[in-house]
């Protein structure tokens, strides 16, 4: 059977398996924020319709520039993280670039596409000469494991001497709870550091998200980038949420305890449940094919880690939702275990 290489579309893995999708579905394949924006947008959206967009998204721009404590010129908004990483990996072409795995397809399937060598990494010290970059998502996708400020900086001293750039995917970054500092791109130009907005937001039909590098990097990107890649309507609604700091706040908080709360609950059940600083993280199983099917059966979809080297489906991944979801996940946990135990 071919598993998906991406979760978050419940009816295809329900044909996949056969089994008919009842009507009330909880996806925890999905790693959007179980907190909803309630931010009132009065936008008239038709008055942007016939007009062309800032292609220099200045005004969010200037939003991030005063954030990060930045100029603008170290910033590039794109039509979604996705942009960045198929421009940056189009530099690379017949080039090595290491990936630290397990980890998002998508690098890999970007690096393919631009005719990139592709090498698989599962340390930071693994990389060397060979390699023109490293690849490293962090918070990391599926795991949730994340690097420190001081971790990462002794990275990058070290692959500055043997010239290698290193490629950042902080998509989950805005999900933790605890100071995140940025990495120095103004003094480093081997730094590519990259930010979603759409999960976290609930953006993910708007398609944005933005870039930090030394200025030399932003203009080599914007080279390749197409003119009035973000659209009016993606820049207007991110600006009104990026300035949300209630939102931002409660989402933080709710996740730092309920993710404490679920792996209390997971533990007392015997399941090994790697750390994570997000809103997702993975957790271990015996048999992943048949808790899957048994979870379908009950209206919930996780997600395989298949086609996640070094996990290879010992593991499967779980998003974090409302309390009430994630309740009624640890309820069928519970119950799928007990007929487990039946059946043996």
Not at 224 to 235: D, F, K, M
Request: with cysteine; proline share 2%; hydrophobic share 40%.
């Amino acid at each position: 059977m071919k598993w998906r290489v991406h979760g978050a579309n419940p009816n295809k893995l329900y044909k996949q398996f056969n089994i008919e999708m009842p009507e009330d579905v909880i996806d925890f394949s999905d790693n959007a924020n179980a907190i909803k924006q309630e931010t009132v947008l009065n936008i008239k959206y038709e008055n942007y319709f016939d007009e062309y967009p800032d292609d220099e998204v200045f005004k969010l721009k200037e939003f991030i520039s005063k954030k990060e404590s930045l100029s603008i010129n170290n910033i590039l908004f794109t039509n979604g993280t996705n942009e960045a990483i198929y421009i940056i990996a189009s530099y690379y072409q017949n080039k090595t670039v290491a990936i630290l795995h397990p980890t998002y397809s998508e690098y890999e399937l970007a690096l393919i596409a631009f005719g990139v060598n592709v090498s698989y990494v599962y340390d930071l010290n693994e990389v060397n000469e060979t390699h023109a970059a490293l690849i490293v998502c962090n918070p990391n996708n599926p795991t949730g494991r994340y690097y420190d400020y001081e971790t990462l900086d002794k990275v990058i001293n070290r692959l500055k001497k043997i010239n290698v750039d290193l490629i950042i995917d902080e998509a989950y970054v805005d999900f933790m709870n605890v100071k995140h500092k940025t990495l120095d791109v103004i003094n480093n130009q081997n730094i590519y550091i990259l930010r979603s907005l759409t999960k976290f937001y609930h953006l993910s039909g708007l398609r944005i998200g933005y870039l930090l590098s030394h200025q030399a990097n932003i203009n080599k990107i914007k080279r390749r980038q197409p003119t009035w890649s973000v659209n009016s309507i993606a820049q207007i609604v991110a600006y009104e949420y990026l300035n949300d700091v209630s939102f931002i706040k409660k989402t933080k908080l709710f996740y730092e305890k309920e993710r404490n709360r679920i792996f209390n609950e997971l533990k007392l059940l015997n399941f090994e449940v790697l750390d994570s600083k997000v809103n997702f993280f993975v957790m271990k199983v015996d048999d992943d094919e048949s808790l899957i099917k048994y979870l379908l059966t009950k209206g919930i979809v996780v997600r395989h880690t298949r086609n996640f080297p070094k996990l290879l489906g010992k593991y499967i991944r779980i998003t974090i939702k409302s309390v009430e979801e994630n309740n009624y996940l640890i309820k069928s946990l519970k119950e799928y275990l007990e007929i487990s135990k039946k059946s043996i």
